[in-house]
């Protein structure tokens, strides 16, 4: 969003909000930002408080949720709202979205661009808009340089990293709610993967990264010697000390 913030010519403000799937603080993962605004709130938007100050990330539907919206519009002065389903609607033309048909995330990101070019456009004629989206709407930079993470994780990051050597592997195994994941990429496909490539390079490691802990466990009883992993107590995401280690393994 910070690349059609600034096609627009406007600054970004992005609403950073600690629920129950992502509870941990911004600052708690990375160095305040520089390059846009952070607006971070510790409650849900659609209990009745005077400090509310977040839009939903869906369409509201009740008329509650509609009357709070509006409000919330005209407290920001925010002119346009697009919600993510609705955006996720005008993407119904590419799917299914499975490797077979699109080789890479950005061969998917290619025939994105050009069906959300009308919201680009509206969003350069209004003053301030409210935008709810997992996608990149228009090509930039790769925006992972944005985000630095914060002293402690980055300590402990290279303390990982220190482990590596030229035949070490990055393998991630995503369960919980990714379905489409364990639909193409079933444990028995890395099992296949990971013995192929010891096959090929005796001397191979592996770094496993992953929210499933039977799955891991799996994994490193099959391959006992190659697997290497960051040690965690529990892996629900309402807790801040399981998100600052998943980011851990993402960096």
């Known amino acids: 969003m910070l690349w059609v913030a600034e096609d627009c010519g406007k600054r970004l ?12 603080s911004f600052e708690d993962l990375f160095v305040k930002p520089a390059s846009f605004d952070l607006l971070e709130i510790k409650h849900s938007w659609f209990w009745p408080s005077k400090h509310i100050h977040s839009f939903p990330e869906v369409l509201p539907k ?39 048909k699109y080789k890479n995330v950005s061969a998917f ?32 930079p790769n925006y992972s340089a ?23 592997f990055g ?15 079933s444990v028995r496909a890395f099992e296949n993967r990971i013995q192929h490539v010891i096959d090929q390079n005796p001397r191979a490691s592996f770094y496993l990264a992953s929210d ?25 995401r309402n807790a801040s000390e399981n998100i600052k280690n998943a980011l851990v393994d993402l960096l």
Not at 13 to 24: A, F, Y
Not at 74 to 90: C, I, P, Q, W, Y
């Open 212 to 236: 499933e802990p039977e799955i891991k466990q799996r994994l490193i009883d099959k391959f006992p010697s190659r697997i290497f992993f960051l040690e965690q107590a529990s892996y629900g």
């Open 13 to 24: 403000v992005v609403i950073w909000e600690r629920n129950q799937s992502l509870n941990c």
């Open 146 to 168: 944005l985000f630095e993470p914060t002293h402690e994780i980055a300590c402990e990051v290279r303390g990982i990293a220190q482990q590596f050597n030229q035949e070490t």
């Open 171 to 185: 393998i991630h195994v995503r369960g919980t709610d990714a379905e489409t994941a364990r639909r193409f990429s």
């Open 109 to 140: 990101d290619e025939h994105v661009y050009p069906i959300f070019q009308p919201v680009t456009e509206k969003l350069k004629q209004e003053e301030a808009s409210y935008i709810s989206t997992c996608w990149r709407m228009v090509g930039g």
């Open 62 to 100: 009740s008329l509650h949720q509609r009357l709070m919206v509006g409000l919330l519009k005209s407290r920001l002065g925010v002119n346009t709202t697009f919600f993510f389903d609705e955006l996720a609607g005008k993407l119904k033309p590419l799917r299914p979205v499975t490797p077979a």
